[in-house]
C-alpha cells in the first residue's frame, strides 16, 4: 500500500476546505465491549464515535487511511498503518471447519428484515447473526461492506488464541447476505443496531480533521503512553 506523506499544517487545511454535509447514512450500535456507538457513512468515508468520548474515528476506504481524532488533546493519530498490518493476516485459512447454516427469516430490526445465520465448528455453536440485504440495497451500502472487508478481513476476532471460534466472523459472505444487524456470540449479544437514519446531519467537522490538530503516528502515541502512564 502506497504511504503519502503530508505536513500535518497542510493536511489540516486541505480538509478544513470542506463543509460538512447532509445525507449520510447514520447507524446506531450497541457493543458489548464499545457501548453505543454512532457511524455515519457517506460513499467510502466512515465516520465513528463511541457516546460520552470526546473522540471519533475516521476511515477512507479509498485512501486505506484510518484516524483517531482527539477532541480534547487537538491530536490526530494515524492508524492507517495499524488497519494494514490488521489486514494482513491469514483470515482465509482459518475459515476451514466453519459451517454455515441459514435458519430462514429473523426479527425486523431498526425497521429493516433480517435472515438468520448460524455459524458452527463441528458441534460448537460460534455465533449467530443476523444480516440484511434489504438495508444495503436501500442505503447503498454496497461500498462499505467492501471497504470494511478489505480493511478489516480479521473484525469480529475474539481475542482468545486457543478458541476454536476466534475467526468464526470471517466465514460470513456480508456482501452476499448483507450488513449485521445483531450478533450473538457465546451466547451473548455482542453487536446491536438501535436505530438507522438516513439522510443523517453529520455533527461537526463531519469526515474532517479540525483544522490546527497535531498529527501523530500510531506508534509515537503508544510510546507517549509508556513514558506517561498516568495520563
Known amino acids: 500500500m502506497p504511504i503519502f ?14 463543509q ?6 447514520m447507524i446506531q450500535s450497541k457493543e458489548s465491549e464499545a ?9 467510502n468515508r466512515l465516520r465513528v464515535e463511541t457516546e460520552d468520548v470526546r473522540q471519533y474515528m475516521l476511515l477512507d476506504f479509498d485512501k486505506r487511511t484510518m484516524y483517531l481524532v482527539n477532541q480534547d488533546r487537538e491530536t490526530v493519530v494515524d492508524m492507517s498503518g495499524l488497519a ?3 489486514g494482513s493476516g491469514d483470515a482465509a485459512k482459518s475459515e476451514s471447519g466453519f459451517q454455515v447454516v441459514k435458519k430462514g427469516a429473523g426479527p425486523v430490526i431498526a425497521g429493516f428484515a433480517s435472515d438468520h445465520y448460524v455459524v458452527r465448528i463441528g458441534e460448537t455453536t460460534c455465533m449467530e447473526a443476523y444480516t440484511s440485504t434489504d438495508a444495503v440495497t ?9 471497504g470494511m472487508i ?11 488464541d486457543d478458541d476454536p471460534c476466534r475467526f468464526a466472523e470471517t466465514a460470513l459472505q456480508y456482501e452476499e447476505i448483507g450488513i449485521p444487524l445483531r450478533i450473538t ?6 453487536y446491536n443496531v438501535i436505530r438507522i ?8 467537522h463531519g469526515f474532517n480533521i479540525p483544522n490546527g490538530y497535531k498529527t501523530i503516528d500510531y506508534s509515537q502515541m503508544v510510546q507517549e503512553a509508556m513514558q506517561h502512564p498516568s495520563h
Open 150 to 160: 478489505d480493511m478489516f478481513p480479521n473484525a469480529g476476532t475474539l481475542v482468545r
Open 20 to 25: 460538512p454535509a447532509a445525507g449520510a447514512v
Open 35 to 43: 457501548g453505543v456507538q454512532k457511524t455515519w457513512i457517506e460513499g
Open 5 to 18: 506523506v503530508y505536513s500535518a499544517t497542510a493536511f489540516c487545511l486541505l480538509l478544513a476546505l470542506a
Open 185 to 190: 456470540k457465546n451466547g451473548a449479544e455482542n
Open 84 to 86: 494494514s498490518a490488521q
Open 197 to 204: 437514519e438516513q439522510e443523517a446531519s453529520l455533527p461537526e
Open 138 to 146: 436501500n442505503l447503498k451500502l454496497q461500498g462499505f461492506i467492501r
